[in-house]
C-alpha cells in the first residue's frame, strides 16, 4: 500500500505542470467514458509485480462504461461497471477463462479544482473511495470496497482520455475459489463531457456565451446580431444595417475606409482627414467645399489660389499679380488713400475720392499764398524781380511742389500810369518771369500758364496813389487740381 501511495503522490505532481482548456465542472457536469478494462489477482499479494501485464486478465474489447456527475468544483459520484475474462489467479496459475464483472459507485475528488490545481488544466488527476460488488462466473455477487487514482486527459474542449487504477477488497474469500481475494482493476479509454447549461438556448454553453441571456449565433460568441454581419449589437456601432468589423458592423458604400455613418461623402472614395471627401487638386479642402476645386489652392480661401499672397484669391482679386488690400478688392493703394492705385490720379500722394486721390491745398495755404503773390515787386518799368521778393517766391514754389498734382495761373497786373499798350507788355513780361522763377525751382512748366492784363483789371481806384499802387500787382491762381502725374 506504501509503493501505491507514493505512485499517487506521483501522478498528482504530473497532473501539475500541464496547459489549459476548460475541465469538467460544475458548468459541463455530466460525464460518459467508456474503455478496455483489465483485473489483476496476483499484485495484491505481490505489489512489485504491480506493472506486470503477464497477470492482467482482460478481454479484447470495450469492457468498462463510466457515467459521472459533478457535484461541485471538488466532488462527484460516479457509477463504473467493468468486465473481464480472468485466466490466471492470484499465484498466477491458469484457471481457464472465467467471466468477470463489477460494479462500483465511486466518491471522486478533483484535484483541479481551482485550489490544487487550476480548473481548466489539460490534465485533470483526481483520487476516489468505492463500494460495490464483483462476480466471477456467476459465483455469486461479492461485495466490495477500495479506492484509486486516476486522470483525465482532455485534449478536446469536450473530449479527452481517461486511465485509472483502483485497489479492491473483497469482504468476502471462501477460501477456495482462487480468485476470490482482493484485486486490482486498470481502466483506459475515451472520455466525453456534457449537460452545461445554456440559459438562452442558442447551443452556446453559458459560460462560453458572451450573452447568456440573449440568443445569438457561434459567430458572436452567443451575442444578438440583428443584422447578421458578424459583429454583436452590443459591439455595433450600426446594428440595424449590416457593415464591416473593422468599422465596428458599420457599413462604408465608397470603400474608402470610413462609415457611412462618418463619412461625409459616403458615395465619393475619400480621405480620412476629410471625413471621407475627395480632394481632386490635393489641396486639403475637400471638393463639395472648394471654390476651386481643379487647381490647388489654400484652405483659408476654401481652396482657392493667391498668386500675390495678399489674402484675397485670385478669382475675386481684380489685381492678382500685385499685392492689395481687400477694400479695393485686391488693388495696391501705394499712397493708403483708399483709392486703388489704377484709379488713383496721383498714386503716390494720398487725396480726397472727390478730387481723383490728389491731395488738395488747404484754404489757409492758398490765402496765404494769395497775400504773398500781391508782395512781389519788380524794378520800375522792368520784368526784373526784385532780390527781396525771392523768399516770397521760394516759398510759393515751396507750395506748388507739396501738390504736384495742381495746375496754376500766374497773371500780371499794372496800374493806367502811362501807355496801355506798354502796360499790357509789360504785365505779360512780368507774369512770365514769375513763371520761369517757378520752373527754375523744379516746378514742371506744364503746370504753368501766365499772362498778363495791363490795367484792364484794377482792383482800386487808379486816381490815387495807394490804389494805383494796389492795382500793380501779381496774382496766382489755383486752376486745376488733380493733374495726372508724369
Known amino acids: 500500500m506504501r509503493n501505491l501511495f507514493k505512485l499517487s503522490a506521483l501522478m498528482m505532481l504530473a497532473g501539475l505542470i500541464n496547459t489549459s482548456v476548460n475541465a469538467q465542472s460544475t458548468t459541463r457536469p455530466w460525464l460518459v467514458g467508456v474503455g478496455v478494462n483489465a483485473v489483476d489477482f496476483h499484485a495484491p499479494s505481490e505489489f512489485g509485480d504491480y506493472f506486470k501485464t503477464s497477470y492482467w486478465n482482460s478481454v479484447p474489447a470495450i469492457a468498462h462504461l463510466t457515467v459521472g456527475r459533478c457535484l461541485n468544483s471538488s466532488f462527484g459520484l460516479d457509477l463504473q461497471l467493468g468486465g473481464a475474462r480472468v485466466t490466471s489467479d492470484s499465484a498466477g496459475n491458469e484457471v481457464g477463462g472465467k467471466g468477470f464483472f463489477n460494479g462500483n459507485l465511486n466518491l471522486r475528488y478533483k484535484f483541479d479544482n481551482g485550489y490544487i490545481i487550476k480548473e481548466n488544466a489539460v490534465v485533470g488527476p483526481y483520487a476516489f473511495l468505492r463500494v460495490g460488488g464483483s462476480s466471477v462466473s456467476g459465483d455469486g455477487f461479492r461485495p466490495n470496497a477500495g479506492g484509486g487514482i486516476g486522470f483525465n486527459f482532455w485534449f478536446w474542449k469536450d473530449f479527452g482520455l481517461y486511465a485509472q487504477t483502483s485497489y479492491n477488497w473483497a469482504t468476502e474469500d471462501d477460501g477456495y475459489n482462487p480468485v476470490d481475494g482482493p484485486y486490482m482493476e486498470h481502466t483506459a479509454g475515451v472520455v466525453v463531457r456534457f449537460g452545461a447549461k445554456d440559459t438562452d438556448k442558442d447551443g452556446i454553453a453559458d459560460e462560453d456565451d458572451a450573452c447568456p441571456t440573449e440568443a445569438g449565433p457561434q459567430t458572436t460568441k452567443g451575442c444578438p446580431d440583428r443584422d447578421n454581419d458578424g459583429v454583436a449589437d452590443k459591439m455595433d456601432a450600426c446594428p440595424d444595417v449590416a457593415g464591416l468589423a473593422t468599422l465596428s458592423g458599420c457599413p462604408d458604400a465608397d470603400g474608402d475606409g470610413i462609415a457611412d455613418k462618418d463619412d461625409q461623402c459616403p458615395s465619393e472614395v475619400g480621405s480620412k482627414e476629410l471625413m471621407g471627401c475627395p480632394d ?6 475637400a471638393d463639395k467645399n472648394d471654390l476651386c476645386p481643379d487647381v490647388k489652392g489654400l484652405v483659408n480661401l476654401k481652396g482657392c489660389p493667391d498668386s500675390d499672397g495678399d489674402g484675397i484669391a485670385d478669382k475675386d482679386d481684380k489685381c492678382p499679380t500685385r499685392k492689395g488690400v481687400a477694400s479695393l478688392q485686391g488693388c495696391p493703394d501705394r499712397d493708403g488713400d483708399g483709392i486703388a492705385d489704377d484709379e488713383d490720379r496721383c498714386p503716390q500722394d494720398a487725396g480726397p475720392a472727390s478730387n481723383g486721390g490728389c491731395p488738395v491745398p488747404k484754404a489757409e495755404e ?12 519788380f524794378v520800375t518799368g522792368s520784368d526784373k524781380i526784385q532780390a527781396e521778393s525771392n523768399k516770397t517766391l521760394d516759398d510759393i514754389a515751396a507750395l506748388m511742389l507739396k501738390y504736384p498734382n495742381t495746375r496754376w495761373s500766374i497773371e500780371g497786373h499794372t496800374d493806367n500810369t502811362g501807355n496801355a499798350n506798354k502796360n499790357l507788355d509789360l504785365s505779360k513780361r512780368r507774369a512770365a518771369s514769375v ?23 484794377p482792383v482800386a481806384d487808379n486816381k490815387t496813389a495807394a490804389g494805383r499802387a494796389e492795382n500793380r500787382r501779381t496774382e496766382i491762381k489755383l486752376i486745376e487740381i488733380g493733374v495726372k502725374q508724369q
Open 366 to 377: 492758398i490765402q496765404q499764398l494769395n497775400v504773398s503773390a500781391k508782395s512781389i515787386k
Open 280 to 285: 481632386k487638386d490635393g489641396d486639403g479642402v
Open 435 to 457: 513763371k520761369n522763377y517757378f520752373i527754375a525751382k523744379g516746378v514742371a512748366a506744364d503746370r504753368l500758364d501766365s499772362d498778363g492784363f495791363g490795367a484792364t483789371r
